[in-house]
């Protein structure tokens, strides 16, 4: 949805106005759309591709170079050139300066009322516009820790309480969905060297895909690409997908599914799954599972993982060892 004036885009990008018109009118950098008085209006993808060109500009490219770069050409150039790495101190180093599982107290995340207000009035355009905005506007992970993880807990206890319908959550969820793969998308598939190969699935029965999404949108954050399966994976395709890519790492998510739906237990599937792999890698479980005394009873050693502040910090220092390493 284009509703943004062109001081409201100079405001998020940093970008004047002057600037701006001069950018589309000589370079074509973006295209607004034009009200029927002639006013330009813009999309939260312009703030972000603008905000893409700033970047590069202020490290030395030429607007005539990038202007008509998609946003995926962009960001892939801001890689290669190492201008995000110049910019933004890597987070590996930071460990034990910024620590993820310690909020910090001076921020205020934005209220997600208006968004559940939204998903109770089946208003989809302006749900899918308050989640773009935030998305834009916040960053990748901000979006996840301080809007999509409260967002999807407040949910489920709606749902469960019955203040919500099925319905309601599905569309909900189909809107997040592509919110969520904007930022995969966005990021690009890059390959940090030396890092590890992660697997992210979840057992046979188990649809809910939510928690292995955000794990991906993590590792993505932190430089990673991440081998997404996706829910509802046999184990012994899960363990044949890990030896085919040598796997240091897979990560196994888990819901509350009704034992009518499960095809094994999931001391059953991970058991399958090391049984069939020729490789040893390690094996993480999230979710509820965690939770479950059973899965005390595996033999294979298992990292159980309670957050995604806690997986993120488990990544980082796994990135942080291999850094030391080379």
């Not at 004036?5 to 000589?26: F, M």
């Not at 970047?55 to 946003?71: E, R, V």
């Not at 995969?184 to 890059?190: E, L, R, V």
């Not at 005394?293 to 159980?304: A, N, S, T, V």
């Amino acid at each position: 949805m284009d509703f943004l004036t062109i001081n409201h885009v100079a405001e998020l990008s940093g970008v004047s106005a002057h600037t701006l018109r001069a950018w589309e009118k000589r370079y074509s950098a973006v295209t607004p759309n034009r009200t029927s008085t002639g006013r330009r209006t813009y999309s939260f993808k312009d703030v972000e591709k603008i905000r893409t060109l700033k970047t590069l500009t202020d490290s030395g490219f030429t607007i005539s170079q990038i202007a008509n770069l998609d946003i995926t050409e962009l960001k892939k150039l801001t890689q290669q050139s190492n201008v995000a790495q110049e910019t933004t101190p890597d987070p590996i180093d930071n460990i034990g300066v910024f620590d993820p599982m310690i909020p910090d107290v001076n921020y205020t995340p934005p209220p997600i009322d208006k968004i559940l207000t939204s998903i109770r009035d089946y208003d989809l355009m302006e749900l899918n516009t308050q989640l773009s905005q935030a998305r834009v506007l916040h960053g990748a992970r901000s979006f996840i820790f301080d809007i999509v993880s409260p967002l999807l807990v407040e949910v489920g206890r709606l749902v469960n309480a019955g203040q919500l319908s099925i319905s309601q959550e599905h569309a909900f969820s189909a809107i997040l969905k592509g919110q969520i793969h904007q930022i995969i998308q966005t990021n690009g598939y890059t390959a940090r060297k030396n890092g590890p190969k992660i697997i992210l699935a979840t057992p046979e029965g188990d649809i809910h895909e939510f928690g292995i999404l955000i794990c991906q949108v993590i590792c993505c954050n932190l430089g990673l690409t991440p081998f997404y399966i996706g829910p509802h994976l046999p184990a012994n395709s899960l363990a044949e997908a890990a030896d085919a890519i040598e796997a240091t790492h897979i990560v196994i998510g888990t819901s509350e599914v009704p034992p009518e739906f499960q095809k094994e237990s999931v001391n059953q599937f991970i058991n399958t799954v090391v049984t069939n792999m020729k490789h040893k890698c390690d094996i993480w479980v999230g979710g509820p599972y965690c939770f479950n005394p059973k899965i005390e009873e595996l033999e294979y050693p298992i990292k159980k993982i309670y957050s995604f502040a806690q997986f993120e910090k488990e990544i980082l220092m796994i990135l942080k060892s291999r850094k030391k390493a080379m």
